[in-house]
């Protein structure tokens, strides 16, 4: 099992960086699939970046080119470099932590974290 925590967020004006961590407890963590999702109220969390166990990267076309996923396996971590940003990347951020197993999959998420882009 892994529990994936993020930190990182805050307030920030356009144009700003931010990084976001997730530390996800559990000695497998090599083997999932890390992914970075947003929520804003009354819409469907979407997925922003994903970076499988081998390493394979994948964005939402809306932060292509500004934002960066990473992972750190020796330390259970992954990143979200965002920079650039802009009043609509405001949203809640979370991680999660995916490991297909057959024709499933297990899923586990964060409890989020808030990202606020304002002048």
């Known amino acids: 099992q892994v529990q994936p925590v993020e930190s990182g967020g805050g307030l920030v004006q356009p144009g700003g960086s931010l990084r976001l961590s997730c530390a996800a407890s559990?000695?497998?963590?090599?083997?999932?699939?890390m992914g970075w999702y947003r929520q804003v109220p009354g819409e469907q969390r979407e997925l922003v970046a994903v970076?499988?166990?081998?390493?394979?990267?994948n964005y939402a076309d809306s932060v292509k080119g500004r934002f960066i996923i990473s992972r750190d396996n020796a330390n259970n971590t992954t990143y979200l470099q965002m920079n650039s940003l802009k009043p609509e990347d405001t949203a809640v951020y979370y991680c999660?932590?995916?490991?297909?197993?057959?024709?499933?999959?297990?899923?586990?998420w964060g409890q989020g974290t808030q990202v606020t882009v304002s002048s």
């Open positions: 999660n932590a995916r490991r297909p197993i057959g024709s499933i999959a297990l899923n586990y």
């Open positions: 970076i499988t166990s081998g390493g394979t990267t």
């Open positions: 559990g000695t497998i963590f090599s083997t999932y699939d």
